[in-house]
């Protein structure tokens, strides 16, 4: 499939939900937004948005490099597939999900000790 082809994706999605497919997953899910909002538009079964470990590795690396505040881009990261997700796909499966629940916990650690103080 050509990956500039939109209108080729959504036929390709189309013959799969004709051939019975249950789930309709689109990665990886930061490139692709577009395709997202406009596969859940066409389709009656769940749309998944995945985020490709490559995705967490770019921002990883670059991190390591010191050309962007990491946990800064994991979560633009993660508010920009949110956004469609939110309202065009059901499922969100996400490479960097452990660290985002790490630093979940973290964060809701510091602020209970903060309010301690």
Same mark, same amino acid.
């Given at each position: 499939?050509?990956?500039?082809?939109?209108?080729? #994706?959504?036929?390709?999605?189309?013959?799969?939900? #004709?051939?019975? !497919?249950?789930?309709?997953?689109?990665?990886? $899910?930061?490139? +692709?937004?577009?395709?997202? !909002?406009?596969?859940?538009?066409?389709?009656?079964?769940?749309?998944? #948005? +995945? *985020?490709?470990?490559?995705? +967490?590795?770019?921002?990883?690396? $670059?991190?390591?490099?010191?050309?962007?505040?990491?946990?800064? $881009?994991?979560?633009?990261?993660?508010?920009?597939?949110?956004?469609?997700?939110? +309202?065009?796909?059901?499922?969100?499966?996400? $490479?960097?999900?452990?660290?985002?629940?790490?630093?979940?916990?973290? !964060? *809701?650690?510091?602020?209970?000790? !903060?309010?301690?103080?």
């Amino acid at each position: 499939m050509d990956p500039a082809n939109k209108r080729e #994706a959504i036929r390709e999605v189309l013959i799969d939900c #004709a051939e019975g !497919a249950d789930i309709i997953m689109v990665k990886p $899910a930061l490139p +692709y937004l577009d395709v997202i !909002a406009s596969v859940r538009s066409k389709v009656n079964v769940p749309v998944a #948005a +995945y *985020q490709v470990s490559g995705e +967490y590795a770019m921002i990883k690396a $670059a991190e390591k490099n010191g050309w962007l505040d990491g946990d800064r $881009a994991m979560e633009e990261t993660i508010i920009s597939i949110r956004r469609p997700v939110r +309202y065009d796909s059901d499922l969100l499966r996400l $490479a960097m999900a452990r660290k985002l629940r790490e630093s979940s916990v973290d !964060a *809701q650690k510091s602020g209970r000790s !903060a309010k301690r103080k």
